[in-house]
């Protein structure tokens, strides 16, 4: 199973970007899907998480600027950002609870799948 993160890239301050997370392999099911950030120096944070269901927690700093989505035919989570500062600098990462089936058919069910990150540069 992999989690590919896409959409990251340079962007001016005050614009936007929507980042994307797509689960993939012999996925039964994905509990919990969130977003997480690092800047450089600075501990990893949570941004934003979301249930099966479509419950959404954010940090609350950020709650006013991102919004966080799935789409659950599509084993995706988005990350839509608007107003980026350049403090949202960071590397990105989507993390995953996910139920699959390994090479052997044994069913697996694993919390805190990590994506490879995208980057996201705000600055003008």
């Known amino acids: 199973v992999q989690l590919q993160a896409s959409g990251g890239g340079l962007v001016q301050p005050g614009g936007s970007l929507k980042l994307s997370c797509a689960a993939s392999?012999?996925?039964?099911?994905?509990?919990?899907m969130g977003w997480y950030r690092q800047a450089p120096g600075k501990q990893r944070e949570m941004v934003a998480s979301i249930t099966w269901g479509g419950r959404a927690h954010y940090a609350d700093s950020l709650k006013a600027r991102f919004t966080i989505s799935r789409d659950n035919a599509k084993n995706t989570v988005y990350l839509q950002m608007s107003s980026l500062k350049p403090e949202d600098t960071a590397v990105y990462y989507c993390?995953?609870?996910?139920?699959?089936?390994?090479?052997?058919?044994?069913?697996?069910?694993?919390?805190?799948?990590w994506g490879q990150g995208t980057q996201v540069t705000v600055s003008s």
């Open positions: 392999g012999r996925i039964l099911n994905i509990g919990d």
């Open positions: 993390k995953a609870d996910l139920t699959f089936r390994d090479s052997h058919d044994i069913t697996i069910a694993q919390k805190d799948n």
